[in-house]
């Protein structure tokens, strides 16, 4: 496994559990995560409060199926389970496009799509 796939697995594995400071640590200072369609997240603190939005309860079962990395992009797809507040629990398709800078993840680009 890659140093930038090992941070991308730790990446999953913190939000698996809700660590922010595990998550927190495989980003630069200025990262952006654009959840496309939805938001748009700039730097840590901004990061920081979209890990256990207050729109979902619990943490997210996330299955990573593939993972492919070509320079300093890691692209991952997969399925997941979470819930939501208002509407209970739920099933998604996700794929997330991660660029690298110095080591760290700099930018997300995530795509989440509702499952039946």
Do not use: C
């Not at 559990?17 to 901004?46: C, F, N, Q």
């Not at 629990?89 to 660029?99: C, G, I, K, Q, S």
């Amino acid at each position: 496994m890659t140093v930038q796939r090992d941070l991308v697995a730790q990446y999953f594995e913190g939000f698996r559990t809700s660590d922010h400071a595990r998550i927190l640590a495989t980003l630069t200072d200025d990262v952006e995560w654009v959840i496309h369609g939805h938001r748009i997240t700039h730097g840590k603190h901004d990061f920081d409060g979209e890990i256990e939005n207050p729109a979902f309860t619990g943490s997210p079962a996330l299955d990573v199926q593939r993972v492919y990395e070509d320079g300093a992009t890691v692209v991952t797809t997969g399925e997941g389970r979470g819930a939501t507040v208002e509407h209970g629990p739920f099933r998604f398709a996700f794929n997330d496009l991660f660029t690298f800078r110095d080591g760290l993840i700099a930018r997300v680009d995530s795509y989440v799509v509702p499952l039946p």
